[in-house]
């Protein structure tokens, strides 16, 4: 019982142009949604986050766009640089609840 | 200087022996956690505790047990390992329910 999903395992962009990261939830209740990268033999960090209140939420080259009624959310990095690649990590919770709920992951390679 | 660290990194370790993964965080948050990433990649919580207190325990087998002697610190001791426990488990804290910190993992593998 997955209540979040990132159904791309893995994702290949040219540097420079746009990486879009996907991510589908399925629990009405959350409220709050994050993603984290994640480099290998690290933990994961935070990366940007966004209330259900709003649609969109930028932070330099980093936006998340969440469609409640699609419960869907989007992670877009443009232009994508090498250091980009990593595994994204597409997280979610109920205010209060004290714990997060991840997908899967999504590994991010950005060709040069 | 780390804000979550977590010891050992790496653990190799055969069935039926008992082990522990220490986790100390810097940060002065409240809320510690340990997450079991498994072989499907999801990071999933195994518990959560408030200022020591234990807030959350999913369904994680007794053979799990956390030990917080103080808001800084959240052990983990597991006995009698089996093949499955092999995973990388994460520590992290956070003050309120979001913007946690993560440790850097550590790989348990059992033979």
């Known amino acids: 019982d997955q209540q979040v999903k990132q159904n791309s395992p893995s994702l290949s962009v040219q540097e420079g142009r746009i990486s879009i990261l996907n991510c589908d939830y399925t629990n009405s209740m959350f409220d709050y949604f994050l993603w984290y990268k994640k480099y290998p033999a690290e933990g994961p960090t935070f990366l940007i986050s966004i209330s259900s209140i709003k649609d969109k939420n930028e932070d330099g080259r980093f936006t998340v766009f969440l469609n409640k009624s699609a419960k869907h959310l989007s992670l877009h990095i443009v232009p994508s640089q090498p250091g980009d690649s990593a595994v994204y990590f597409c997280a979610a919770s109920v205010e209060g609840a004290q714990k997060l709920v991840f997908g899967q992951g999504t590994r991010l390679t950005i060709n040069p | 200087d780390t804000a979550v660290s977590q010891t050992p990194k790496y653990l190799v370790t055969q069935m039926g022996n008992d082990k522990s993964i220490k986790c100390e965080q810097n940060?002065?948050?409240?809320?510690m956690y340990w997450y079991k990433q498994d072989s499907k990649k999801f990071l999933k919580i195994m518990f959560s505790y408030n200022n020591k207190e234990l807030i959350i325990n999913e369904t994680v087998p007794n053979r799990f047990s956390p030990k917080s002697p103080d808001k800084a610190h959240l052990n983990l001791h597991i006995n009698s390992l089996e093949l499955g426990d092999s995973a990388v488990y994460f520590c992290?804290?956070?003050?309120?329910?979001?913007?946690?910190?993560f440790g850097s993992g550590t790989r348990l593998t059992v033979v």
């Open positions: 940060l002065g948050h409240d809320t």
């Open positions: 992290a804290s956070s003050q309120g329910t979001h913007g946690y910190t």
